[in-house]
Each structure stands twice: as C-alpha cells, then as structure tokens.
C-alpha cells in the first residue's frame, strides 16, 4: 500500500495505532521503520511503559546495540520506569552482556512495581539470565516460580514454564525440566522452548522426540530467534 508522507499526516496521531503500524512493519520485515514507529508511540505517551517492551523487541531483531544506547539516553534523561530497566535487561541479555542484564534487572524490582505484568516479567527475566550463565539456579526456580504466580494471563505464561525448564535444566533435572518445557512449548510454539525442550530430550537419550523438535526449529519462519 502507499505511504503517507509522514505517519502522522493522516490526522489524529494515536500512540496505539502507532504501535499497530509498527507490529505491521515488523511483520514484513521492515525493521527499520517499526522501530521508528515504536519509538515515537512512546514518546508520545511515555505514561505506557510497556509499549517499551515493544521498542525492545523490533530494535533486539534491528540493532541490540543501537537499541541498548538509545533506551540508556531516555534513563538518562530521567525515565526511571521498571518497564526501562527490564528492556534494558532484556536487550543486554540479547547481547550477551549477562552482568549488566542483571544489574538493569535488579534496579527494575529495587522499585518496586505494582504492575504484576512488570513485576513477573523481572522476575522471570532475572531468572533466566542466571539460569543462562548456570549460577543461583536454586534462585532462578524461585524467581521463575514467583513469576508464575504472578503473572495475570495463565494461557500466556509459556515464556515463563521455558524459563523454569531451563533452570532445572541446568540443574541436571530432566525430570522436572522436561514436563515444564513441553508446557512451555504448548502454549509458546516458538522457536526458543522448542530448542530447549530439543536439548533436554537429547540430555535424556530421546533422540526422536529431540529430531521432531529440531526440524520444527529448521522449518519455522526466518527469524531473531532461528
């Protein structure tokens, strides 16, 4: 379809459909101007905090880098909301800067958020950056269990059940690990629980059960996370 000029020729400028615009270009690939258009839904209702969860996802796919910078400027310049430091978490994670990750993380729940949305995603965030780098394992189940818990939409919290498999996991507990990943990949059929729950099978000796779930992988549409 032809574009306007500008985005906000068309009248009213709405943060929310903005943000559709954006998720629209992001689904056709056109990193660049999904996450303009994400940036600007934010700054023009800073209030939202969680449309930064949405400018960390496009700018992870465009540019973690670029993405880290610009979400440290607007901390900078004094946006102090929880949902900052788990984007700021979140993008360091993406970027294998583990330490940083957790420091951002843990400055999110140092102000204590209402928000369960906000609140369970720190939580589960923290938990995985330790799972991932194999330390406070013991931990990260109890912060993954909390987030679990805390978390409003059951039938969404597959991010969270990958997390907590992961965790056991690394512990060496298929037996636990194992049940949550399979969850996880029934309500998230994504790309990330789907190798999780391949690397736990193939920990087991499952090599069909792994096989099944690594040509899910090899088959998903070209992504971040493939």
Known sequence: APRLKSEIDSGVVNPGSLMEKAMGAFRLGDLERAYSLAKLSYLLAPENGHLLLDIWGVGAALDPKRTRLELIRLQQAGDSSPFLALALGSTCNVLGLYDEAIEWLKRGLEKSPTDPFALAMLYNELAYVN????????????????????FPDEKANGFIRDTLGVAYLKMGDLDKAIPNLREAVAKDPTVIPRFHLALALLKRRDSPGGLAELKCIAAARPSLES
């Open 131 to 150: 799972a991932k780098k194999g330390e406070h394992l013991e931990r990260s189940v109890a912060l993954a269990r909390s987030a679990l818990e805390i």
